[in-house]
């Protein structure tokens, strides 16, 4: 079945440097790729997306990629505060499915 | 709106006992699941809804229960609660299938812990 990987399993950047996290999927028939953004205590909230007809999308600070071929998509945060500390989850799903499929996660530290 | 809301927030329970985790959303979306993720761990499905009345089971779903009778509400049952089931349970929901590209709304989680 389809199957998400992610790495790495935790991050820890100075403050004010970029955060790369990595995501390779198994389902060529994927489409649409989320990113989540965990905070302690709380539940997961969308913070970018991409379909597979894009290859980039930006907001801000944070960006993600997308390598249909490789079959790889990656979140970019540059400029890394305190506040984007948390736990970053990609996921992916695919036309007509009703469920999607999460990575294991990333835990992002910024130190001051 | 208030989204998706769940309750309790913290429950201990012992093992052997039952208890109902509840979830209801307002925002008329159709699509609801049910996670667990267990500390450092990634979500894994339990069980999901299409709609209401219709139900189905997701990667995990021994020692659970479900249904769906209104849109709105989503509860999920635990009988005979072991301490494997000790985790932190999300409800979400989505206006349509994820295959829709629809983004998945979660609540705050309810942290469950069975002695």
């Known amino acids: 079945g389809e199957n998400v990987e992610q790495h790495p399993s935790t991050l820890s950047v100075q403050e004010g440097d970029s955060a790369v996290i990595k995501c390779t999927y198994s389902?060529?028939?994927?489409?649409?790729f989320p990113w989540y953004k965990q905070e302690l205590g709380k539940g997961p909230q969308l913070i970018i997306d991409?379909?597979?007809?894009?290859g980039e999308k930006k907001d801000q600070r944070i960006a993600v990629t997308l390598n249909k071929t490789a079959k790889h998509f990656s979140l970019h945060i540059t400029e890394t505060q305190p506040e984007d500390s948390a736990v970053y989850f990609c996921?992916?799903?695919?036309?007509?499915?009703?469920?999607?499929?999460f990575g294991s996660g990333t835990r992002l530290s910024i130190r001051p | 709106n208030a989204g998706v809301t769940q309750t309790p927030k913290f429950h201990i329970l012992k093992i052997g006992q039952s208890m109902t985790l509840q979830c209801t959303q307002d925002?008329?979306?159709?699509?609801m699941y049910w996670y667990r993720q267990d500390p450092g761990m990634g979500l894994k499905l339990i069980y999901y809804?299409?709609?209401?009345?219709?139900?189905d089971k997701g990667e995990v779903p021994n020692g659970y229960n479900v249904s769906r009778s209104t849109t709105e509400d989503f509860p999920l049952r635990l009988e005979l609660a072991a301490p494997s089931q000790t985790s932190v349970y999300f409800c979400?929901?989505?206006?349509?299938?994820?295959?829709?590209?629809?983004?998945?709304?979660f609540g705050n989680g309810t942290r469950l812990t069975v002695t």
């Open positions: 979400a929901s989505s206006y349509s299938g994820q295959g829709s590209n629809s983004p998945l709304h």
């Open positions: 389902d060529s028939a994927s489409n649409y």
């Open positions: 991409i379909r597979s007809n894009v």
């Open positions: 996921a992916a799903s695919k036309r007509s499915a009703s469920k999607i499929i």
């Open positions: 925002m008329n979306h159709n699509y």
């Open positions: 809804s299409v709609g209401a009345g219709i139900t």
